[in-house]
């Protein structure tokens, strides 16, 4: 499977226009060329998919190329587990990037060359201050830098140093190669910006070649150089570091790309921070990096939602020059509006309560037959076994209904769904004063639903027949926090102060219909009524577990909220 390519019908956004003025001008070539560049020290989070969906996107949409490249030189964060995980969920995603799949670890040894060439050119110098004096002699936005007492050692010294540095013959931070920008520009990262830094630390790829590393700054522009890409499109926070992308790519007179700059995805009471992500994982407040909530693709795949609807999702976000934040529901909506076309519609009952219909012949089944996808007749139908006891939901019962509630209650006619108009005659319940069983009678002139006599019942409801159920564990989700920003801290706490303590809702007695019994994980369904749902990993032969992706929109909750 692999995303459309519909050249000329991308959605319209600034960055999609200067591609096309940069087509008509042949800046490139004619060439468009981009990557998705993640650092392998976490999951990709749905904050990350708005920048593949743009980077893929407009690739395909001009005949163009996209690379994934792992900007991995961080060694002391970055894992195989991660790398491994994000080439998974871009094909997830429905992306390809036609094996070009490069690391910035690749050019470890021409990003050397690079710094030995800027070095001969007096551009650049071994430092000896520490990390903390670095910071100091920085200067602030008000206040220009202060020049390193290092700055002016002769190239002979700079290229000695820098060799030894990479020998490793001193220890990690006693040491720093710097670029000879200028220490009083009004930009903080062109004060002699950091190139490399000692690090004795194992690379997941290099192992122990290297004990020194280049910085992101360093190493960025000219991966993007070495791989000849024309748009090298990243978020806001990089705006300030253009002119650092640019005075390398001048300055090593090498190929130029263009860096643009665009918005984050913000949503609502979700946080995408890979490190704040990792602390939930490591402190196990979720159960992994796949947990159902968490906003990982892992997770939300895991959850039940579908590529196409994270697609559908980021095509109809904006791409702008200032951050916002998007509503939570819009993602969700983009989730409902595809498993509605595509997700087999089927009855399970998660809080179960026994109905017995006392006239109907012990011992007998039908065969109803239901429709598998209202949207979609291709589907076809399907039977479903309907016998004397059922289950239903206990919200669907209520012995003293309240206004406006037109479900079962004593004496009420309702509609079991494709099978009969059913009559509550009673109830029965335990020494507790708790009801365990439902009575009722069943009309046989009503099967299929419609009574010959014309008379209406207004509610309609589902049902599982118990010999024939499936029994299940379903996992209800609700937002991970419980504040529309968790970012926001409370005085004295960090973020997770505002998780939802209510996030996870285990229910281990649902009752599903026996076609689900044929079910495997990641299958997608509609539980009529009830939602979308999707079967765990977790599930076991006999023991399927299934996590509600998104619930339908409710409708009583509603009423019931406005009586
Ligand atoms: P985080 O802050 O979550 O750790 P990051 O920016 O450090 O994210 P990278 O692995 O460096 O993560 O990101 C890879 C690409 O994805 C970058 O181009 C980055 O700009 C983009 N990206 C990351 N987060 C978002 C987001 N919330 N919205 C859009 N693009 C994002
Ligand atoms: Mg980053």
């Not at 893929?56 to 002391?76: H, I, M, Q, V, Y």
């Not at 030894?164 to 520009?185: H, N, Q, V, W, Y």
Request: proline residues 6%; contains cysteine.
């Amino acid at each position: 499977m692999s995303a459309p390519v519909n050249p000329g019908t991308g959605p319209s956004n600034f960055i999609r226009d200067i591609v096309i003025e940069d087509l008509k001008t042949n800046k490139f070539g004619g060439r468009v060329h981009t990557r998705f560049p993640p650092e392998p020290n976490g999951y990709l989070h749905i904050g990350h998919a708005k920048s593949i969906c743009l980077n893929f996107g407009l690739a395909a949409e001009f005949s163009g190329k996209c690379n994934l490249r792992f900007d991995d030189t961080n060694p002391e964060k970055e894992e195989q587990e991660y790398v491994d995980s994000i080439i998974d969920t871009v094909h997830w995603l429905g992306f390809d990037w036609e094996g070009r799949l490069f690391y910035a670890s690749d050019y470890f040894d021409q990003l050397y060359d690079w710094a030995v060439q800027l070095i001969k050119a007096g551009k650049a110098y071994v430092c000896d201050l520490s990390a903390e004096e670095v910071r100091r002699y920085r200067g602030t936005l008000t206040e220009p830098g202060i020049e390193s007492p290092f700055r002016n050692r002769s190239v002979e010294e700079n290229l000695d140093m820098f060799e030894r540095m990479r020998a490793g013959e001193f220890p990690d931070g006693a040491r720093t190669l710097r670029s000879k920008i200028d220490m009083a520009s009004p930009n903080l990262n062109m004060r002699d910006p950091v190139m490399y830094r000692i690090l004795h630390a194992e690379h997941h790829r290099t192992g122990d070649k290297w004990c020194i590393y280049p910085m992101y700054d360093f190493t960025h522009g000219q991966s993007d150089s070495v791989e000849r890409i024309t748009h090298s499109i990243c978020t806001l926070e990089f705006e300030d570091h253009r002119p650092l992308y640019d005075w390398y790519c001048d300055n090593l007179g090498i190929y130029h790309p263009q860096q643009i700059e665009f918005d984050r995805l913000n949503l609502t009471y979700t946080l995408l921070s890979k490190r704040k992500l990792l602390k939930l994982v490591q402190d196990q407040y979720v159960s992994g990096w796949d947990d159902p909530r968490m906003p990982t693709l892992s997770g939300i795949r895991r959850r039940g939602y579908t590529p196409e609807a994270i697609r559908n999702f980021c095509g109809s976000l904006g791409v702008s020059k200032t951050n916002g934040i998007v509503e939570l529901g819009m993602l969700e909506h983009y989730v409902r509006e595809d498993l509605n076309k595509h997700a087999q519609r089927v009855m399970a009952v998660l809080r179960p309560l026994r109905v017995v219909i006392d006239n109907y012949p012990e011992g007998q089944v039908e065969h109803m037959e239901a429709v598998n996808n209202p949207e979609d007749e291709s589907m076809g139908t399907r039977k479903v076994p309907f016998s004397r006891v059922l289950y239903i939901e206990q919200d669907d019962f209520r012995e003293d209904p309240p206004k406006q509630y037109y479900r079962l209650s004593p004496g009420r006619e309702v509609r079991l769904r494709y099978a009969y108009f059913i009559t509550c005659t009673g109830v029965v319940k335990d020494e507790k004063g708790e009801i365990v069983e439902v009575h009722c009678t069943y009309d046989p002139a009503t099967r299929g639903g419609n009574a010959p006599d014309g008379r209406k019942v207004k509610s309609t409801i589902h049902w599982v027949s118990a010999e024939h159920a499936v029994g299940a564990e379903v996992r209800l989700y609700d937002n991970l926090f419980s504040t529309p920003n968790p970012n926001e801290e409370v005085e004295g706490k960090d973020f997770t102060a505002n998780l939802n303590p209510n996030s996870l809702e285990v229910l281990t007695r649902a009752k599903l219909e026996p076609c689900l019994a044929a079910a495997e994980p990641f299958n997608r369904f509609q539980f009529e009524r009830l939602g979308y749902f999707c079967m765990d990993p977790d599930s076991a032969p006999g023991q399927p577990v299934f996590n509600r992706t998104v619930a339908l929109r409710d409708t009583w909750a509603k009423i019931e909220k406005r009586l």
